[in-house]
């Protein structure tokens, strides 16, 4: 995620099957961050990037 002078700008990838979609949204208190969500079928975990 990406702070953009209207908003925030959030690009989601992921490795399987390869994806990647982009998108803008206007917000007042946008941020700069990268998260990383795992999902095993049963459990999703979100962690910060300087979490991993």
């Known amino acids: 995620m990406t702070k ?3 908003g925030q700008h959030i ?3 992921q490795e399987q099957p390869p994806y990647r ?3 803008d949204v206007p917000c007042d208190d946008a941020v ?3 998260v ?3 999902d095993d079928l ?3 975990t979100m962690l910060l990037a300087e979490e991993y």
């Open 36 to 38: 990383f969500i795992i």
């Open 21 to 23: 979609y982009e998108l």
């Open 42 to 44: 049963t459990h999703s």
């Open 32 to 34: 700069d961050a990268k």
């Open 4 to 6: 953009t002078p209207v």
């Open 11 to 13: 690009v989601h990838e």
